[in-house]
């Protein structure tokens, strides 16, 4: 039997700052391709009205440009959320750096109203960490390395959601003719636990937090109460992150 391969989304988001428990996604955009075929068969660009008061920082403006005023006609992130859902539905995903941001956003946001999306069972490639193994370098610099051409001479513009995923989808396909390689191994949906190297081996770590870098199995030798805390309903981890958890406590 042949095997399936699935679509692939590309998703980006542009956001009011960096912290996803206080800030707001204001753009979201992907693209579908038919991974047989390499051709891009769907795609989506929403500008987002945060549906709470609101500051976008000043580093995030300086990269992407949007202002509250453009913002103010736009949906909300619970008027477009079914229609993100539904984008995602029986693909596998492709990043730039979006295991760490972009999908902890969504996640977020989802279980901000109420609702709740599941990243955990699909095939999550990241273009990102892949170029970082190979070479360590941000999407522009990627994009030209790998096409010849800059972004803005290729018609986008750098930190546009739009742009940024179309520049991601053609670093992938390049990536992927000069070496394939395979989705990333992720332990945790919010990225709290993730692999780090710890006495030469790949081992699960907390990413954040006051055990950042140290193993999980080694605070829960030390520090259970953590773990329980971690656990709780006090807390707004992804419930992917406290099942994992909940191993070491057991």
């Not at 295991?99 to 901000?112: G, N, V």
Request: aromatic letters at 14%.
């Amino acid at each position: 039997m042949d095997e399936i391969i699935r679509p692939l989304v590309v998703p980006d988001v542009e956001t009011t700052g960096l912290d996803k428990q206080v800030d707001s996604i204001i753009q979201f955009a992907a693209l579908k391709v038919d991974r047989q075929t390499d051709n891009i068969i769907d795609s989506i660009n929403f500008y987002i009205r945060p549906d709470r008061p609101y500051t976008i920082t000043i580093q995030a403006y300086l990269k992407h440009h949007i202002k509250p005023d453009f913002l103010k006609d736009k949906p909300t992130f619970k008027e477009v959320a079914n229609q993100i859902r539904d984008f995602f539905e029986g693909c596998d995903i492709l990043t730039y750096n979006g295991i760490s941001f972009d999908l902890p956003f969504i996640k977020a946001e989802f279980q901000r109203i109420g609702e709740d999306i599941d990243f955990m069972n699909v095939d999550c490639y990241d273009a990102f960490l892949e170029e970082k193994r190979r070479n360590g370098n941000n999407l522009e610099a990627t994009f030209k390395r790998y096409v010849g051409m800059s972004m803005e001479d290729s018609g986008l513009q750098a930190h546009d959601a739009f742009s940024d995923v179309k520049a991601t989808w053609e670093v992938f396909k390049a990536q992927q003719e000069k070496q394939e390689y395979g989705p990333e191994q992720r332990l945790t949906e919010d990225n709290f636990i993730i692999y780090g190297e710890f006495n030469g081996s790949p081992t699960p770590v907390f990413a954040v937090g006051k055990y950042k870098d140290l193993p999980v199995a080694y605070v829960s030798s030390v520090d259970k109460g953590y773990l329980n805390w971690c656990i709780s309903p006090n807390t707004s981890f992804a419930k992917s992150t406290k099942d994992y958890i909940r191993q070491y406590i057991n």
